[in-house]
């Protein structure tokens, strides 16, 4: 999620760059809304943004206020109506909205907002701001400061109407957003690593709770939410952001490596190799081999025009995708015993596979690291994970996995040693899908097609 309000600027074509180094975040679709100070036009497309967006489309997308958005569904399906940003006609403009999170409360809002054509909790929000806007003629912060404290759960929003830009971050903070600029030109990211690649300084990170309001004026800041404990998702730090991205002022790269050296401290093995599943398996695989003196060796091998495996929604799809994307190569693992290392399970079907690869390159033994956790509940803040039945560890121990998953051994990260290696606050961080302690009510019936019919 981006956004960017300046003068004289391409804000689409920045808004397109800020995306391009935010794609690891969502892939089914892409989109950006772009003002030139009176109308708001929206393009958004299903694929990668490289694929949504051409020198055709951006020249016709000209203004110097835009937001954009690269979408991984958790509420409503994976197909072109429930991309964003989502608009809304406003009288003869209208507002914008991206979104990233998860409502916990969608179907107590869906019932406030009453019948519309929504099928995601971000269309719901534009309509509940939307309709403040109109029925109390209020400008578009004055109605997000009214609305924004009816929203539950997960909510980093970039939101602009024709002359202002807005992000905000729930009261639980569960995912990130930055401030940055670039001369007068202000930017909000997801992830800083989107200001690296426009050359924009980082102002700071964008607090759990806190409103920034961009207009002609520069940005200001407001708290429209009774205080709450911040909640950052700590698989932020384990898996999703870019690794050059900074969270809590750390560098994730570092702070990775670091949760593999606290693993081989907890969990030594006798072992000839070191290797990781690439790519979020590597900082913690370095970091395990430097402490336990086995060498590193890259064994298994990454096709890089796949994308996430993990972050594709259909389980058959994900299934063909781990071939696709990731082979062993003998030359470093035949005879030999491999500690594999990534960094975390959720299905464990991936895992599964990567074993039986590994075995049949000729591995004696394989031992399993992972740098987080047994992942035992489900996500309902923007991971979509899927039910309980559907996690590996959900209803398995430690043993069972091990034999599950074929390996002469398992050991995960303790989450004491996880939020050590992040060097913050351990009570700063959500660890609801790790220990079932949810920071917010969770709405445990609910599926993210919530909002659907039936077909
Ligand atoms: S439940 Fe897990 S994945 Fe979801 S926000 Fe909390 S820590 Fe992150």
Not at 18 to 23: I, N, R, T
Not at 45 to 73: C, K, N, P, W
Not at 188 to 209: K, N, Q, Y
Not at 225 to 247: G, M, N, Q
């Amino acid at each position: 999620m981006f956004g960017v309000r300046g003068n004289d600027v391409d804000a689409a074509r920045l808004t397109y760059f800020g995306l391009f180094a935010l794609q690891h975040r969502g892939q089914e679709s892409a989109g950006i809304a772009v003002s030139d100070g009176d109308n708001i036009t929206v393009y958004k497309d299903m694929g990668l943004v490289a694929q949504v967006f051409d020198e055709t489309v951006l020249a016709g997308l000209g203004g110097d206020l835009a937001i954009g958005h690269t979408r991984y569904s958790t509420t409503g399906s994976n197909r072109w109506e429930n991309s964003q940003p989502v608009f809304r006609h406003l009288g003869s403009n209208g507002i914008a909205l991206a979104h990233n999170g998860n409502l916990t409360n969608t179907a107590t809002l869906a019932a406030e907002v009453g019948p519309v054509a929504a099928t995601t909790d971000s269309e719901l929000m534009t309509e509940a701001i939307a309709d403040a806007m109109q029925s109390g003629e209020l400008s578009l912060d004055e109605a997000l400061t009214t609305v924004l404290p009816r929203f539950e759960g997960a909510f980093t929003l970039a939101v602009m109407d024709s002359t202002t830009l807005v992000g905000v971050r729930d009261p639980h903070g569960f995912r990130p957003l930055c401030l940055g600029n670039l001369g007068d030109t202000w930017v909000i990211a997801s992830e800083t690593a989107a200001l690296d690649i426009l050359g924009a300084d980082l102002v700071r990170e964008i607090e759990p709770g806190e409103m920034v309001i961009v207009d002609d004026h520069g940005p200001r800041f407001v708290n429209p939410f009774p205080k709450s404990k911040s909640s950052l998702c700590i698989f932020e730090f384990v898996y999703f952001a870019r690794p050059d991205s900074t969270l809590l002022g750390r560098n994730v790269h570092t702070k990775r490596q670091l949760m593999g050296r606290l693993l081989a401290e907890q969990a030594p093995v006798e072992a000839d190799v070191v290797v990781p599943v690439p790519e979020s398996g590597i900082p913690a695989a370095q970091g395990f081999a430097e402490v336990s003196g086995v060498p590193y060796s890259d064994g298994l091998v990454k096709n890089r025009y796949v994308g996430r495996t993990f972050i594709q929604p259909a389980q058959e799809m994900r299934d063909r995708g781990v071939r696709m994307k990731l082979n062993a190569m003998p030359s470093v693992i035949d005879g030999k015993r491999v500690v594999l290392v990534d960094d975390s399970i959720v299905r464990g079907s991936t895992t599964k596979q990567l074993v039986a690869m590994v075995r049949e390159a000729g591995a004696t033994e394989v031992h399993l690291r992972i740098s987080s956790p047994p992942y035992r509940w489900p996500c309902f803040y923007g991971m979509d994970t899927g039910d309980r039945s559907t996690l590996l560890a959900a209803d398995r121990s430690v043993d069972e996995i091990a034999s599950h998953l074929d390996v002469d051994s398992v050991v995960y990260l303790t989450l004491e040693n996880l939020t050590r290696a992040t060097r913050s606050d351990p009570d700063a961080f959500c660890t609801a899908c790790l220990t079932g302690a949810y920071p917010t009510e969770v709405p445990l019936a609910d599926s993210k097609f919530l909002l659907e019919q039936p077909s």
